[in-house]
């Protein structure tokens, strides 16, 4: 989650600073995989597997 939440920051800020697209898909894979932490998060606080 919070790795996630590093990597998006990092491929908006690269993508703003240094008008590359390319950037962006580094901060969609931050996305993805903070939303798959809060996902996984949510079902350990609910008593699920993880």
Same mark, same amino acid.
């Not at 962006?24 to 901060?27: D, E, F």
């Not at 949510?42 to 993880?50: P, V, Y």
């Given at each position: 989650?919070? +790795?996630g939440?590093?990597?998006a920051l990092a491929g908006a800020?690269? +993508?703003s600073l240094l008008d590359e697209p390319s950037w962006?898909?580094? +901060?969609t894979g931050g996305?993805? +995989?903070q939303?798959?932490?809060w996902v996984r998060y949510?079902?350990?606080?609910?008593?699920?597997?993880?």
């Open positions: 989650m919070f +790795a939440i590093a990597l800020g690269l +993508a962006r898909w580094l +901060a996305v993805l +995989a939303v798959i932490g949510s079902r350990a606080q609910r008593g699920g597997a993880a």
